[in-house]
């Protein structure tokens, strides 16, 4: 099975500064999932990626294969980005599309 | 995007009694569905796999006959959970894969349940 890193746990930042939350996993991937949760619990799927760098908005996620590591970065933060933040990625050994999650990163942006 | 609903979003029900929760995908069709369980400060963790017209695979530990998934078309799962009990408590998600047909697979969530065993 993957093991899934995320850090850090929790993560408090004033508005408008450049946030980074990082994601390591133990087994090599075929594609990586970061995931929003709001406090109500709904999830929200950001970005899929396999290689490189994907933008949408604000955010930007990045992945690192050979290192076997991902960084999620939100630029110019907003309260409303205030959630927790989840890395997933595939199990290892079998079918491509079982996920392991990470335990995410409480993210709190204070006006 | 893809949207996947639950229904209900928040159930509460006395201890004994049965639970049926509904994940649907709206607009595509979804071969395979998976229901998680997420406790309070808890990672998400896989309970079953479902394949519509198939048997759900279920996770080690994960009791086969308490949560009955019944995946019957393209468009919906259902998860029982059959005489509940104040340990079944949790957040129950679900979320449908999308074949891309390449090596790229997503998945899209649904917004969850909340259910409370009195």
């Known amino acids: 099975k993957n093991e899934v890193e995320q850090s850090p746990q929790n993560l408090t930042a004033q508005e408008g500064e450049f946030i980074t939350i990082n994601c390591s996993y133990s087994?090599?991937?075929?594609?990586l999932h970061w995931l929003q949760q709001h406090p109500g619990g709904g999830i929200v799927s950001l970005f899929m990626?396999?290689?490189g760098k994907k933008k949408h908005g604000r955010l930007i996620a990045t992945i690192n294969i050979q290192e076997k590591h991902s960084s999620l970065h939100i630029t110019a933060s907003h309260p409303r980005d205030s959630a927790v933040y989840i890395c997933a990625v595939p199990n290892s050994g079998g079918s491509n599309y079982k996920l392991t999650f990470g335990k995410g990163t409480l993210l709190t942006v204070n006006p | 995007g893809a949207v996947v609903s639950q229904h209900p979003s928040w159930v509460i029900c006395k201890s004994g009694t049965s639970v049926k929760i509904e994940c649907r995908s709206l607009?595509?069709?979804?071969?395979?569905m998976f229901w998680y369980r997420q406790f309070p400060k808890q990672s998400l963790m896989l309970m079953a796999t479902?394949?519509?017209?198939?048997?759900?695979?279920?996770e080690q530990g994960v009791e086969k006959d308490k949560f009955l998934i019944n995946h019957a078309s393209l468009t919906l799962s259902t998860l029982t959970v059959t005489s509940a009990h104040p340990e079944d408590s949790s957040f129950y998600i679900c979320?449908?894969?999308?074949?891309?047909?390449?090596?790229?697979?997503?998945?899209?969530f649904g917004p969850g349940t909340r259910l409370l065993v009195l």
């Open positions: 087994v090599g991937i075929s594609a």
């Open positions: 990626l396999s290689s």
């Open positions: 479902s394949n519509e017209g198939s048997k759900a695979t279920y």
């Open positions: 607009d595509f069709q979804a071969t395979t």
């Open positions: 979320s449908a894969r999308v074949a891309s047909g390449g090596v790229l697979e997503t998945q899209y």
